[in-house]
């Protein structure tokens, strides 16, 4: 038989204790000291394990520490596992998520998407105090307590990087936007100046006609005046 407790360490870690008794009165029996570690544990983590050894249990997806043991009848051994605390958000992560939220509210400053964007980030930002507000409170709770809102805020923190998203989303949609607009306003005066061209030729065109016709005429006139003078000689 078993049993666990968690305590907290002095320096950013934990303890677990794991305890096990040979329940018999009257002989010696091997037992099998076991303890689950949390599931977001890895052996990196492990501090201190003593002369237990970790393995993996493919079937609950966690690691264990185990070690065998011969116990005499009544006999209780335990041993102790230190590991560093890594049921921590940290606050540099929750402020590059607040800070990327307020440069992309800015960059849609003048764009329609700009109330929905100041809801979002204003929702962002408490949730992240929260989380932080959370996180000190169970700093010096029990282990059990501290893991738990640890998970709390990691579902928190996702919430807040789907949001995030949402605002990435809304500033690339508003740069498609500008976009098409600004090459919709681009055809228009395309179009207008191919029009003003047209019509520059077209005016051209009909200056020279005008210019070739009273050529035409003097010539014609001239023509007409050589053709008098030599019938009347």
């Known amino acids: 038989m078993s049993h666990e407790l968690w305590t907290p360490s002095a320096q950013a870690s934990i303890v677990l204790k794991t305890l096990v008794v040979n329940p018999s009165e009257s002989k010696t029996q091997k037992a099998l000291l076991k303890a689950y570690l949390p599931e977001e544990a890895?052996?990196?983590d492990i501090v201190?394990?003593?002369d237990l050894k970790i393995d993996y249990d493919i079937e609950k997806n966690l690691y264990y520490v185990y070690k065998e043991l011969e116990l005499a009848p009544?006999?209780?051994?335990s041993r102790s596992i230190e590991i560093k605390d890594v049921w921590i958000i940290s606050r540099a992560e929750l402020e590059a998520l607040t800070g990327r939220a307020g440069e992309l509210v800015e960059a849609l400053r003048k764009t329609a998407y700009f109330d929905t964007a100041v809801v979002l980030q204003k929702d962002l930002e408490?949730?992240?105090?929260?989380?932080?507000?959370k996180q000190e409170q169970a700093l010096d709770a029990l282990p059990q307590t501290h893991i738990a809102v640890y998970r709390e805020n990691t579902e928190m923190l996702g919430s807040m990087k789907t949001m995030l998203a949402r605002l990435e989303k809304m500033f690339?949609?508003?740069?498609i936007a500008a976009g098409a607009a600004t090459e919709k306003i681009s055809i228009k005066a395309t179009w207008w100046v191919i029009l003003g061209v047209i019509i520059a030729l077209g005016l051209i065109s009909f200056i020279f006609l005008i210019i070739w016709q009273r050529q035409a005429n003097i010539v014609a006139i001239k023509q007409k005046t050589k053709e008098f003078s030599q019938d009347e000689e």
């Not at 009544?74 to 051994?77: P, R």
């Not at 408490?126 to 507000?133: D, M, P, R, T």
């Open 172 to 175: 690339i949609e508003s740069k």
């Open 74 to 77: 009544g006999e209780s051994v």
């Open 126 to 133: 408490e949730k992240s105090s929260g989380v932080l507000n």
């Open 42 to 44: 890895k052996p990196e």
């Open 48 to 50: 201190e394990l003593g």
